[in-house]
């Protein structure tokens, strides 16, 4: 079973002889609770792919149909429940409030959608990440890998239909960026969580069930 369908997706950016054609003309499926990494050189359109599954941006042309929802149908309001309540995101830089501590991080976008936690679960996912004694602390207390571990757990709680993480290791060094994609890797299997990693590291994408390489905006597997 498919969690994401793209038909001859196009996103454009600029007009005339400025115009990037960051996507042009992707078609792509994503198997249901399965791990996929995505990887190509800079400026391929490896993010672009991405903000376009979790209704980021607006497709110039093509449809994007993620858990069973055409996101084109969608008013921009609705999109910002989609966002919400079908995706989790990760990204390079964490994207953490620094006022708030790590368990009000974590709760964050519950809190938006005025929606309680499941305690146990909450309580289980700091724990498998190591955050449990570290709930109360600024996340500026913590190390990279640390505050990643939060924007894991944060994108975890709402048990989002995929979990998005663009470069999520990027900025560690060869060791961490093992031990933070091999926890995304385990954690979505512990959850049967869909799985959309972007990464330059060939040896992180070999964790993956399936690796999809772009090239010019189009994809070259």
């Keep these: 079973m498919n969690i994401v369908t793209i038909h001859n997706l196009k996103k454009y950016f600029g007009e005339g002889a400025s115009q990037v054609k960051a996507l042009d003309g992707i078609n792509l499926s994503i198997e249901k609770g399965k791990f996929t990494a995505v990887i190509g050189a800079s400026g391929s359109g490896k993010t672009t792919l991405l903000n376009s599954i979790g209704g980021l941006y607006e497709p110039t042309e093509g449809e994007v149909i993620v858990d069973g929802i055409n996101l084109a149908d969608l008013s921009e309001e609705q999109l910002t429940v989609f966002r919400r309540r079908k995706v989790g995101f990760v990204f390079q830089d964490y994207n953490l409030v620094p006022e708030l501590t790590i368990r009000e991080n974590i709760l964050f976008p519950l809190v938006l959608d005025d929606s309680k936690p499941d305690k146990v679960f909450f309580e289980e996912i700091t724990r498998i990440l190591g955050l449990d004694d570290k ?87």
């Design 135 to 221: 709930l109360d602390k600024l996340p500026y207390m913590l190390s990279g890998g640390g505050q990643q571990c939060t924007a894991i757990a944060r994108a975890l709680l709402t048990k989002p239909a995929i979990l998005l993480a663009d470069e999520p290791t990027g900025s560690f060094d060869a060791k961490t960026s093992q031990n933070v994609a091999g926890l995304l890797k385990m954690t979505a299997e512990a959850y049967h969580q869909t799985l959309v990693m972007i990464t330059h590291n060939l040896e992180l994408a070999q964790l993956a069930d399936r690796v999809v390489r772009m090239q010019d905006g189009r994809i070259i597997e």
